[in-house]
């Protein structure tokens, strides 16, 4: 049969499976012996949570696919690089890593060798910031290297693939992104805490569980978020039922709320949010309205929050100033002059704030004010 005839037959096979999602398996079954592979596969892979999944897969190990997803998916050194290309753009491993370099990997001698894979010729299907949907083929030993003819082979068939599965529907990616969501923020050193516009806790992450275990900076509410400082709490409180007016209310990018803690800790609570725009599609419930991130004042972030820092220490106008003036110009004789003051009282400006804040140096001072900025990027 001409490669003509057996490519026409192929793209009527893909777009019989958008509608008949079971036909998928024979589809990739015939994608590998137009292309020369001996499995191929349509999944997703998310490399900021280290997540992947299969929709639909043709000639696995299933055993080893099981161990790939539970394991050597953190391993592969194809990611994140393989999410970065084009969408259908056809590429091969040795775009990514040389075959030399690639067979030192542990990922490699452990989890592809024992397959007798020596290679995979790939097409992004999909992709959002951090994840993409893939078609990929493998080559066994008997196969060889992907070469010039394989590639032109997947060429012919990725646009087809690509509109198939998206007319089918098997790319959810609203879907697929509320998942990796839900396990992004549970791994969360910070506590990580999703609400309603009265406070009800619709999800929270293990580090936001000790929290509310503990007692220090937030206390069992009977399932509502709520500060172990009265003031904070209510203007947390505040703060949520903005939230549900959208994002106009609040800021695009949130608020910080100072939390003290009952220890005489600084802590801080970053509200974003989660009502307006693509962030309510990609909630874990409509219920939700803001996302809370509980966090202490730390030594290391991104650009000053001023008027956080001066709630959380409870800093004068003056020792405010001279703190930003420290942030921004640097040394005791600029400060000084730049705020047309006397070195001695910026001494006595700096000794305050040093006892406030608990820092010892004009460095440290510099790195809180980083620490108390938004976590989101500007």
């Not at 406070?199 to 509502?224: P, Y």
Request: hydrophobic content about 45%; proline content about 4%; aromatic content about 8%.
């Amino acid at each position: 049969m001409q490669e003509s005839e057996v490519l026409s037959a192929l793209i009527a096979d893909t777009y019989d499976a958008a509608l008949d999602p079971p036909l998928w398996p024979g589809v990739l079954e015939k994608v590998c012996a137009f292309v020369r592979g001996s499995a191929a596969n349509l999944f997703f892979q998310d490399f900021a949570s280290k997540s992947a999944g299969v929709y639909f897969q043709w000639g696995n190990d299933l055993g080893y696919e099981q161990l790939y997803l539970e394991k050597y998916v953190k391993l592969n050194p194809l990611f994140p690089a393989l999410t970065f290309f084009e969408v259908g753009a056809v590429r091969s491993q040795s775009d990514i890593i040389p075959y030399a370099e690639f067979h030192e990997t542990r990922f490699y001698r452990e989890w592809v060798r024992p397959q007798g894979v020596v290679d995979v010729v790939f097409a992004n299907l999909e992709k959002s910031a951090t994840a993409s949907a893939v078609l990929a083929v493998r080559r066994h030993e008997r196969d060889g290297y992907v070469d010039d003819e394989a590639r032109r082979r997947m060429a012919l068939i990725v646009p087809h693939v690509r509109r198939a599965v998206l007319i089918g529907n098997v790319i959810d990616f609203h879907k697929t992104a509320a998942v990796m969501l839900t396990d992004t923020l549970a791994g969360f050193a910070a506590g990580v805490f999703l609400v309603d516009t009265n406070g009800q806790i619709v999800f929270v992450n293990a580090s936001g569980q000790v929290m509310l275990g503990e007692g220090k900076i937030l206390r069992d509410g009977q399932g509502r978020f709520t500060a172990a400082n009265a003031e904070a709490d209510q203007v947390l409180r505040d703060v949520f039922a903005a939230a549900g007016s959208g994002d106009i209310a609040i800021g695009v990018k949130g608020i910080s709320v100072p939390l003290p803690g009952t220890e005489g800790e600084g802590w801080l609570a970053h509200v974003l949010p989660l009502t307006a725009g693509a962030r309510r599609e990609a909630g874990i419930t409509h219920a939700a309205a803001a996302a809370v991130f509980v966090r202490k004042a730390s030594l290391d972030s991104s650009p000053s929050v001023m008027e956080t820092i001066a709630k959380l220490y409870k800093l004068t106008p003056s020792e405010l100033r001279v703190l930003q003036a420290v942030v921004e110009i640097g040394g005791m004789p600029a400060v000084a002059d730049a705020l047309g003051i006397s070195e001695s009282t910026v001494r006595t400006h700096l000794k305050s704030l040093f006892e406030k804040t608990g820092t010892h140096r004009q460095a440290d001072l510099v790195k809180l004010v980083a620490g108390a900025s938004s976590p989101f990027a500007s």
